[in-house]
């Protein structure tokens, strides 16, 4: 992988972090002000093991001290991020950071969420419904967004050396690995956009803002950003079983071809107007994964078809799928 991926990859990671602090700090701070003619001047914030409120804030605090707190804790987040890839020559493993931030936020949108559902329309904060359904699926909300956000980050550590040189002999029955990745920033932002009014429609349904047409439009643009995030990063790794090519930041789906299967690879220059388009393309050059106009790894399999991804140092890819071709030919 190259060093330039490295810090691209770097560099997204922070773009991605840095739109989820500013939209989950916009919907704590903003869900409670619309609402604010519907709630009472003490809002309900602590409920008992009986299920009824036993604590209440001001309004002004219920609303802003969720948000001070999530700011504090991105700051700290982040700048103990930023020391560390300092220590670390620009590179260093993400997946905590991604986990508390990801974990962290749902938790208190979700918590911002009940707690305002809980006092809608009501006169007195004692009066107050219940949020234990709403915790419990906040939890759980949570929790899958921490999986994921682990899984991402343990994707991303991974780090293979460039194979040292421009010898391409590959002795018989040695092992390999050549790992290169790319992304769209672009296909990033709308995806992180689709997120952010994802968890605000969520939000606002949780909270009783809204009917349930909201649900509707938050699946979709849930769907839309799954569907973004998919075309948006790429990871292609040739090793002696042949080729793997893998989408999106959890690494699925995935395309994997054997040597057996290939006929030649080469490195050729594609843009985004000949294939018609950014993401994964078909077109009458086969099927290209776009994320970038430029160097493209291609591959034609035995059957005739053939396949591109937009990766760096492709001439080295090319030529190692190729050496291992002729040494299966043999």
Known sequence: MTGRTERGNGALWS????????????????FPL?????????????WGTSGDPDSSMPFWAAAFFPALLWLALAVAV???????????GGVAASSWAGVTLGFTGVTLLGAQASIVRANLDRTDWRDA????????????????????????GRRARVTVPPVPGTALEIPEGQRFVWLSRASNRWLHLMAAVCGIVTAGATVAAMGG????????????????TV????????????????????????????????????????AENRTAMQVGGWGYRLS?????????????????TMKGKDFAVSVDDAERGAALLNSLIGQRAK
């Not at 773009?15 to 903003?30: H, P």
């Not at 982040?78 to 670390?88: E, S």
């Not at 803002?209 to 839309?224: C, E, K, M, Y």
């Open 227 to 266: 569907a973004l995030l998919a075309c948006a990063s790429v990871q292609a790794r040739v090793t002696e079983k042949g080729l793997e090519v893998a989408l999106g930041p959890l690494g699925w789906p995935t395309r994997r071809w054997t040597a057996d299967a290939l006929a030649s690879a080469w």
């Open 129 to 152: 419904g219940s949020v234990t359904v709403w915790v419990v699926v906040t939890l759980a909300g949570a929790v899958a967004v921490g999986v994921v956000a682990l899984l991402i």
């Open 209 to 224: 803002l809204t009917g349930l047409h909201t649900v509707w439009s938050a699946a979709t643009f849930a769907l839309a």
């Open 284 to 300: 009458g050059l086969g099927t290209t994964v776009m994320l970038r106009g430029g160097e493209c790894l291609v591959i034609r």
């Open 15 to 30: 773009a991605g972090a840095a739109i989820w602090v500013v939209g989950v700090l916009a919907l704590l701070v903003s």
């Open 78 to 88: 982040l700048l103990t991020l930023w020391r560390a890839r300092r220590r670390a």
């Open 34 to 46: 619309v609402a604010r003619d519907r709630l009472p001047d003490r809002v309900a914030t602590h």
